[in-house]
């Protein structure tokens, strides 16, 4: 979590409710995309294993996921274009806790804009969307203040 990070502004996005999917889960289940973040802050992660930006951002979150979810903040990673067996392979390869929604064909690149990944999307306790960026900012936190 030591990037130095850009708070990047996509004007469409913020001030919006975030979009929605329900999509099945590295864990074999199903549920609601933003349903899952329980009425609390996410940080939306949109991902894919053969993207050297993600491992490394995968990495971070991985490292300090106890201390974000301590704070309030759930994570919720969305991997996109790819199946669950690829994605829990590249898990288990990784030694990796995390769990993620697979969006194998795609449907939330067109809702959010996806123009690269990764693609982070602060997300309030109402389901507002706060900010964009595509790394993980030391400071956090203050990401969902907004820009």
């Known amino acids: 979590m030591g990037h130095l990070s850009q708070q990047t ?12 999917a329900v999509l099945a889960k590295t864990d ?3 549920a609601s995309v933003i349903g899952s973040r329980q009425g609390k802050k996410a940080i939306l ?3 894919s294993t053969w993207c050297p930006n993600c491992y490394e951002e995968l990495g971070t979150i991985n490292d300090n996921l106890a201390s974000i979810e301590h704070k309030g903040i759930k994570i919720i990673l969305v ?3 790819e199946t669950q ?3 829990n ?7 990796m806790i995390l769990n993620s929604f697979i969006d ?3 449907v939330l690149q067109g809702p959010y804009r996806l123009f690269g990944i990764p693609t982070l999307i602060f997300i309030d306790e109402k389901g507002i969307i706060r900010n964009v960026t595509h790394q993980f900012p030391s400071d956090y936190e203050n990401y969902f203040k907004g820009v």
């Open 104 to 106: 194998e064909d795609s």
């Open 89 to 95: 392979k590249y898990f288990n390869r990784r030694q």
């Open 45 to 47: 992660v949109f991902w």
């Open 79 to 81: 991997d996109l274009g």
């Open 9 to 20: 502004s996509d004007s469409t996005l913020i001030g919006k409710p975030a979009p929605d």
């Open 28 to 30: 074999g289940t199903s």
């Open 85 to 87: 067996e690829e994605v």
